[in-house]
């Protein structure tokens, strides 16, 4: 018996555009932050780690398609 990983198979189908969505979520609330609290190096820094976070996200999702890649039939 062939075993299925939902979970897996729905991060490689549906990871990339998450991953956009999620940092767009994050730059969203680093503008909305500097619209409650105008600071410019606020601003930046949410930005940048915005950046990261969208960075860290894709990394895990291309980790999680090469192992659906690899181990998971097809």
Do not use: Q
Request: net charge negative; aromatic share 14%; glycine share 6%.
């Amino acid at each position: 018996m062939i075993k299925k990983y939902p979970a897996v198979v729905f991060v490689a189908c549906y990871g990339r555009m998450g991953s956009v969505a999620l940092g767009t979520l994050a730059c969203l609330y680093s503008f909305a932050d500097f619209a409650n609290h105008p600071d410019w190096i606020d601003l930046v820094f949410n930005l940048i780690s915005a950046a990261i976070f969208w960075g860290c996200i894709r990394l895990a999702v291309e980790i999680v398609e090469v192992v659906a890649d690899t181990l998971l039939p097809r």
